[in-house]
């Protein structure tokens, strides 16, 4: 599985866009990446997943670029809610039978300022 | 749906005994996975299973613990004997296979505390 490396910690301000980068240099041909949000003293969330170009829901966007190496996850006017820790996964998590086997790194603490 | 459910929420015992979570997945789910948070290893896979059967278990810390998965509808995790050093939060997550495998939905946790 793919090892991910992406910023410990950053900080913004409510109504900002929060662009989280992480870095997936070995990703393999049938990885897909996938972003969870966790809260304080609760479970990781799904946000979002995606294999290339630019993937959008109602929480957040995802772009890959064609290397594929990296992946920004944006949040779009951030809140004060917003504040928890975000993970970066890479896997071969495309819903093929595959079992998902997800390695969570570090994450990213993400604190929202008023 | 309910949710992932999992029991007990906390769980605070002895050096030696030995303890049982337990996890209930998403109805028509049919992978489950046992994850391990400390602030210092983070979130670590302990072990998952596929249709009710362990798939991965390379995670397991040593023999001490062990995971069941009788029917589709229960799991449990059991410590014996446990450590002060297995202090942590347990996470009990479901998925669909025939869906998105990647999209696991994670229970509250049992916080468990060993002195």
Redesign the interface.
């Known amino acids: 599985l793919a090892k991910t490396t992406q910023p410990i910690s950053m900080d913004s301000y409510e109504g900002q866009e929060v662009n989280i980068t992480c870095s997936h240099n070995n990703i393999a041909t049938n990885d897909?990446i996938?972003w969870y949000q966790?809260f304080p003293?609760?479970?990781?969330?799904?946000i979002i997943?995606g294999y290339k170009t630019k993937v959008t829901n109602e929480v957040a966007s995802l772009f890959i670029p064609a290397d594929r190496k990296s992946s920004t996850l944006s949040l779009p006017r951030v809140s004060l809610s917003d504040t928890a820790v975000y993970?970066c996964l890479v896997?071969a998590?495309?819903?093929s039978?595959?079992?998902?086997?997800?390695?969570?790194?570090?994450?990213t603490t993400l604190q929202v300022k008023p | 749906d309910a949710g992932v459910i999992q029991s007990p929420r906390h769980e605070v015992t002895e050096m030696g005994q030995e303890v049982t979570l337990r996890c209930k997945p998403i109805s028509g789910h049919n992978s489950l996975f046992w994850y391990r948070q400390t602030m210092m290893r983070g979130l670590e896979l302990l072990i998952y299973f596929n249709n009710n059967v362990p798939i991965d278990d390379s995670g397991m810390p040593e023999d001490r613990f062990s995971a069941k998965m009788p029917n589709a509808s229960f799991s449990t995790l059991k410590i014996q004997p446990s450590e002060p050093r297995d202090s942590a939060v347990y996470f009990c997550a479901s998925s669909s296979n025939r869906d998105r495998a990647y999209e696991q939905y994670f229970g509250p946790g049992t916080r468990l505390t060993v002195t």
């Open positions: 897909y996938t966790q003293s609760q479970g990781p969330r799904f997943q993970y896997g998590g495309d819903g039978g595959n079992t998902g086997k997800l390695i969570f790194g570090q994450g």
